[in-house]
């Protein structure tokens, strides 16, 4: 069975300190791991993506996550937060079977000037 | 990767009426197309897998008689909501996966926000 966790549903942090979402996921098969960001009635854009390459990945706009297989976690970092930063982020497990993308349930992430 | 749109991007209609959305690969020729659903403040849940020239896959739990969903072409998937009701009132997105590779990201709408009075 595959699922994924989002421990926090909020996170603020200000604007120049660094910023951590977390993910924990659960897979029977070696996974891909995805993190989305969505801006209000805007559509879902990629941020990075872990397909079983380096387990370091960076994305854009300064984030980045590291697959860690032995803690089954996907954190999403950036060292310093920007105003735009502010959206919900979603981590995202696909499996490769049946092409199913199975989302957490969110974060959502506002920066305090 | 592949630019996706969606028309409209909101619609109010009355409970009972039938409502259509489309779904456009626009640089992407895709056989497969995703459709997902979003409650407020919720998260993404597939409905189903539009395939094109044959029936969609449904998600358990997903009427296929309510949601019909139509791809007719390699770029244009549609999602018809039958008989609308306040209680499908949602946030409908389309994703399109433009990889062979079932691993590799998907590609997503802009969204259309379905309102049921």
């Known amino acids: 069975a595959q699922s994924v966790t989002q421990l926090d549903s909020h996170v603020s942090v200000s604007e120049g300190t660094p910023v951590l979402l977390r993910c924990n996921y659960s897979s029977s098969y070696s996974p891909s791991l995805f993190w989305y960001v969505q801006h209000p009635n805007k559509g879902l854009q990629l941020l990075l993506k872990y397909t079983s390459a380096a387990t370091l990945v960076k994305g854009i706009n300064g984030f980045e996550a590291e697959f860690k297989k032995s803690e089954t976690s996907f954190h999403l970092t950036k060292p310093s937060a920007h105003m735009s930063d502010a959206a919900e982020y979603f981590c995202v497990v696909s499996e490769g079977t049946g092409n199913q993308f199975y989302f957490g349930t969110g974060t959502s992430l506002t920066v305090i000037p | 990767g592949a630019v996706v749109s969606q028309h409209p991007s909101r619609v109010i209609c009355k409970s009972g009426t039938s409502v259509k959305i489309e779904c456009r690969s626009l640089?992407?020729?895709?056989?497969?197309m995703f459709w997902y659903r979003q409650f407020p403040k919720q998260s993404l849940m597939l409905m189903a897998t539009s395939n094109e020239g044959s029936k969609a896959t449904y998600e358990q739990g997903v009427e296929k008689d309510k949601f019909l969903i139509n791809h007719a072409s390699l770029t244009l998937s549609t999602l018809t909501v039958t008989s609308a009701h306040p209680e499908d009132s949602s946030f409908y997105i389309c994703?399109?996966?433009?990889?062979?590779?079932?691993?590799?990201?998907?590609?997503f709408g802009p969204g259309t926000r379905l309102t049921v009075l």
């Open positions: 640089d992407f020729q895709a056989t497969t």
């Open positions: 994703s399109v996966q433009t990889s062979r590779d079932t691993l590799d990201e998907q590609f």
